[in-house]
């Protein structure tokens, strides 16, 4: 039976999204130095030593058809900038997430999120023929759920404790959406504020 989610490279003006492999791990590993992602107690971005067994737990989900996890590479420079994936997936039913997304810090506030969500989503809806996207941050990832619905996703709800994180604390995870019947309004919408912006 052949795989619903196949390695693919994704390509936009100013990045292109690759199937993550253990040959981005140094690139991660410095992408993640710029802001010292891991210290943001409200998200999982790896440090150093845990890079590569990020690496290849995003790997392993790939093989049970669970995720499909990319390199976030800048075009001009082939340097990786982050990382990002389709994960929770559902192939039966045509449901997917995109997480585990996050960029150095020099590319945060600029229109890399907005354009690795476009490739994403319109390979979702176009070519995947998913009838939902779905989205989840952590209730106090304030800059995320702003990005989120900047896109166009509309929150369903919120689950409240819905995990304990390694500290101990009790995460509230913020859901949001896109249905395929919304996809047309969105991608036109993210078009317009792609064309408006510099990087």
């Given at each position: 039976m052949s795989?619903?989610?196949?390695?693919?490279?994704l390509s936009g003006n100013f990045v292109h999204l690759e199937p993550?492999?253990?040959e981005h791990i140094a690139g991660l590993i410095e992408a993640a130095k710029d802001g010292n992602l891991w210290e943001l107690w409200y998200?999982?971005?790896?440090?150093?030593?845990?890079?590569?067994s990020y690496v290849l737990k995003a790997l392993k989900e790939y093989e049970n058809e669970k995720s499909l996890p990319f390199a976030v590479i800048e075009k001009n420079t082939g340097k990786v900038i982050g990382s990002t994936r389709y994960m929770n997936v559902d192939a039966a039913t045509k449901r997917l997430e995109i997480g585990s997304t996050w960029y150095a810090q020099s590319y945060q506030k600029t229109g890399v999120n907005k354009e690795c969500k476009y490739l994403l989503l319109q390979h979702a809806f176009e070519t995947l023929e998913c009838i939902a996207v779905e989205f989840?941050?952590?209730w106090h990832n304030t800059p995320s759920r702003n990005?989120?619905?900047s896109l166009g996703a509309k929150q369903d709800g919120v689950l409240r404790n819905h995990l304990i994180d390694s500290r101990g604390n009790y995460r509230d995870?913020?859901?949001f959406s896109i249905l395929n019947s919304e996809w047309n309004t969105v991608k036109t919408s993210l078009a317009f504020k792609l064309s408006k912006h510099s990087y």
């Open positions: 795989k619903w989610l196949n390695k693919i490279t993550l492999e253990t998200t999982s971005v790896p440090d150093a030593a845990n890079t590569e989840r941050t952590h990005a989120i619905a995870t913020v859901v």
